[in-house]
């Protein structure tokens, strides 16, 4: 079964870049033709997907947040990195990583406040 865990840092000041990772055991993140996805879930508000990697690498962003979003992996560690620049109070929010197939992790909340 495939499991996922996020980590990071909870609190980032504003302007900062936030850093997540997300770390996958139980399956290959290079294999099976699947994506692996951060969506994130602001206070109060839905689901909002942020971007996804590719078994091979490719990536994919939410348009609204393209310029400030950058998504990477470690295939020798089986983790992806999320990388979001520029943070507001408006990035408050609960961060999942999560497998096309539907696995995902637990969440990991993450606060921008100085």
């Known amino acids: 079964q495939v499991q996922l865990q996020e980590s990071g840092p909870g609190l980032v000041k504003p302007s900062q870049t936030l850093s997540l990772t997300c770390t996958v055991s139980g399956g290959s993140i290079t294999a099976n033709y699947y994506s692996w996805s951060w969506i994130r879930q602001p206070p109060g508000k839905g689901l909002e997907w942020v971007g996804w990697?590719?078994?091979?690498?490719?990536?994919n962003y939410n348009p609204s947040l393209k310029s400030r979003t950058s998504i990477s992996r470690d295939t020798s560690k089986n983790q992806f990195t999320l990388q979001l620049s520029s943070v507001t109070p408006e990035d408050t929010a609960v961060y999942y990583c999560?497998?096309?197939?539907?696995?995902w992790g637990q969440g990991t909340q993450v606060i921008v406040s100085s």
């Open positions: 999560a497998q096309q197939g539907g696995y």
């Open positions: 990697i590719s078994y091979v690498g490719n990536t």
